[in-house]
Structures are given as C-alpha cells and as structure tokens.
C-alpha cells in the first residue's frame, strides 16, 4: 500500500506524524543503518553490532539518541509508536512510560478466533503497536469491516519495511498457533490539534498471559540469564537461541528458570511455549456431570528448530482438575511436555454461563424450540433440562418450574463418562 497519513486516519495531527514515517522509510526502503538488507539476520543484536536500526538518532530533534531496546519488526514498531507519540512503549526499559500507554487487550492461541480478533481490535485507533505472541510486530493504520491497514518492517525480506492489509481471516491464521501479547495504545491520545486527550474508556496496562512450564528461547542474541525478575539486576549468563526451560515460577513477564546449573530469572517475551492448545469454538465452558468433548482440540508442538508441528487428536493425554469454586483446569500432555488451561464449570442449564440458572436461559431455550437461535455445542448440552435427547420447549418450562419454585434445580438425567 502507499499513500499519506490522511488515507488512514481523519486525525489531523496523526495523519502529519504518519507522514514523518512515510517519507522516512517509505515502503520497499530497510530499517538498517546500511538502508540495505541486513546481513547479520539471525544474529541481530538490539545492543550493538548489527546493522539492523536499534539506537534511533531523531533528525526532528537535532540528531537525539533514541534507545529502541530491539531491532527487526520490533525495534521497527517501537520508531513509528515513537514517532506518532513521541515516547517508546517499553515500560521494562522506560520505567517513566508505564502508565503512558495500554493494552486493548490479549489473546491465547485458543482464543484466536476470526470473532474475538475483531472484538480485540473493535476500539483500535491508528498507530496501535501489535504483538503476536513471540512472532511479529507491526503498526495499525487503519480497520474495516473486512480487516486493517498495517505497516510493518522485516516482512520476510531482512528490514524491509512493507504496508500490508490483512483481512480478519489471514491475520487470524496467520497467529492462530501464537495468539496475541497486546495491543499498545498511549492512554492521552492526541486531537487533531495535537493535544493529547484521554480515551472515552480507560484501562490498566495489560500484562501477557505467561504459564510455568516449558519454552524456548525466541532471540539469536541470546537472552540474559538475571538474578531477580528485572534488568536491573545481576547478569548470570547468556542463554543461546531455540535453549529449552522449564519456567516453574512467574514474577509478571519473568520466569524461573535453571541454566548451567544456576537458578535465576528470564524475560519471557524472547522465549515461545513449547507445547500450544487450540480449543474448539466454545470449549472454554463445560457442564456439571456432562461429559466435555474436545475431540477437536489442536495440540502443537514447539520443536528443537522452532517449527511447529500439530499433533493428532490420538498423540495427546488429557487429565481435568476440578476444584469447588466453579473453574477446573485441563492439562494436555504430549510425550514429556505438558501445558495447562482453566475452564469454567457451570450449573446444568446455564446457557448464558453466567454461571447461574435464569430466566434469561429459560428465554434461550424458547427461541431455540422455535427455530430463532441456533445453539452452540456447549449450550446443547446443558438445553436437554428433561433428558428425552430432544432440545424443545418442555426443557423452558423446566427452567421456568425451578424458577418459580415448583420444579428442582435442572440436574443430569442422562449417563455421561
């Protein structure tokens, strides 16, 4: 794509700022310091000796240091978030930007559905910085109903900066497997004059979702092995790219891990999970005494080169735990690698999950007998309140019976493993 910042955005100011991007790496240029490919690819280094851009001199500024902390795609959406806002979103860095900035939001593998990557993306506003999941990042220029605008460098070719529009379904297959770490807004978005104003709605930084257990290191400069959960802190080693760890403790975006014998702390955005799981559509509820079905769950394997591998359906052990307070955990196991993800257990007959019988899963009931709304596979299997195998309007009145006080709790009636 080409253009100016004005096909984009109606934000006067904004539109400017693009520009300024524009004309300083236009699309088809490199984000290197050679203005060429670089040559040093998979030993980029955001510290030094590479020629990938990682330390910024700002010609709007009289040439002043600009530190981006990382190079590649990276260090490329941390130069246009800071040439829009005029910081770097990178509070582990920048301790002073933390609560410049926040995160629409996040979403596992599991949860990379075409549905909830729009609803992630439904309040995005221009100059957004993207981050799938220890993949890729890039800039939103602008969304539609069929997808968004964004502009991005090292596109397959080292540092090259590219303005790409993705529909929903591509940006969603092509991170289903990764999912997505956050999406960075400034909390004062500036008007078009260029004062900066709060957003209608205001949230907290988002932290990622990180568990304990196995991952790799995601960073061919290696990653630094700390004594605590910040940089400030001793450097214990140097951890060469694709190492395998088990992260048994979390601190935030830092894991425990052990390395050479020493036991220390990573930051877990330079490092993948090993073993990823893909919930059917809905598979995050299940019901009290029914049993959960998960036959299509996809289960992927991180392996030693960081290619991925899906497992079949027969290759993988599935164990539930399920504790009193409504939520239970799944744990999916594949060799000796394993992963674990919550779930919500709800009363039979709450079809809205949540996570009480009502009138409203009464009215579900009556326009799925009717034929208005077509149940989910979830929502079926908590709707046959009588246990006769058909979901008709007798299971409403069941409903409506033990609301009123007439009829017992819906319960099951039917055998389940």
Same mark, same amino acid.
């Given at each position: !794509?080409?253009?100016? #910042? ?12 693009? @520009?300024?991007?524009?004309?300083e790496v236009p ?25 990938? !851009?990682?330390?910024? %001199? ?15 795609c990276m260090g ?6 800071? *040439? ?37 993306? *439904?309040?995005? *506003? ?6 799938? =999941?220890?993949?890729?990042?890039? /800039? +939103? ?8 605008? /964004? ?5 397959? !070719? ?20 990764? #999912?997505?770490?956050? +999406? ?60 395998? &760890? %088990?992260? =048994? ?43 959960? $079905? ?19 359906? #027969? ?20 060799? @000796? ?7 919500? &257990? ?17 009215? &579900? ?7 208005? /709304? =077509?149940?989910?596979?979830r929502q079926t299997?908590?709707? @046959? /309140? ?5 979901? @008709? *309007?007798? $299971?409403?009145?069941?409903? !409506? ?17």
């Open positions: !794509i080409v253009g100016n #910042g004005g096909d984009y955005t109606d934000n006067a100011y904004v539109a400017r700022r693009l @520009d300024v991007v524009f004309s699309v088809g240029s490199y984000f290197s310091y050679t203005g060429e490919p670089c040559t040093c690819h998979n030993k980029c280094s955001y510290v030094g000796g590479c020629d990938c !851009i990682s330390d910024y %001199n700002d010609p709007e500024k009289g040439g002043q240091l600009v530190r981006l902390y990382s190079c590649q490329f959406a941390h130069y246009m978030f800071y *040439k829009l806002f005029g910081f770097v979103d990178r509070a582990q860095n920048y301790p002073e930007t933390a609560d410049k900035y926040y995160s629409l939001g996040s979403l596992t593998p599991a949860q990379m559905t075409v549905e909830n990557v729009k609803k992630l993306f *439904k309040d995005v *506003k221009t100059g957004a910085n993207v981050r799938t =999941t220890g993949k890729h990042s890039f /800039i +939103v220029l602008s969304t539609n109903d069929e997808g968004m605008y /964004i502009y991005h460098g090292n596109t397959g !070719i080292p540092c090259r900066v590219d303005g790409w529009f993705w529909t929903w379904e591509e940006l969603t297959a092509a991170y289903k497997s990764y #999912g997505i770490q956050y +999406v960075h807004m400034p909390v004062n978005y500036p008007e078009s004059s260029g004062v900066y104003v709060p957003p209608t709605v205001s949230e907290g930084p988002s932290v990622p979702e990180y568990r304990v257990g196995q991952v790799r290191v995601n960073t061919s400069a290696g990653l630094r092995l700390r004594a605590g959960a910040g940089t400030d802190t001793e450097k214990l080693d140097l951890i060469p790219h694709t190492t395998l &760890l %088990n992260v =048994t403790e979390l601190k935030g975006e830092w894991g425990k891990v052990e390395y050479n014998g020493k036991a220390g702390w990573i930051f877990l955005e330079y490092t993948l999970p090993v073993l990823s799981v893909e919930l059917p559509e809905d598979r995050f509820y299940a019901y009290d005494g029914v049993a959960t $079905d998960l036959s299509s769950m996809k289960v992927t394997l991180l392996q030693a080169d960081l290619s991925r591998k899906t497992v079949p359906a #027969g290759e993988y052990a599935l164990h539930y735990s399920a504790p009193a307070d409504g939520q239970y955990t799944a744990t999916v196991t594949v060799g @000796d690698q394993s992963v674990s993800f919550p779930m919500h &257990l709800l009363p039979f007959g709450d079809l809205n999950a949540d996570k009480a019988v009502t009138a409203a899963d009464a009215s &579900l009931l009556v326009w799925a007998a009717s034929g208005e /709304i =077509t149940l989910t596979a299997e908590g709707a @046959d /309140i009588d246990g006769n195998g058909v979901v @008709d *309007k007798n $299971d409403a009145l069941a409903i !409506i019976a033990y609301l009123t006080g007439s009829g017992s709790a819906p319960s099951v009636k039917k055998g389940a493993d």
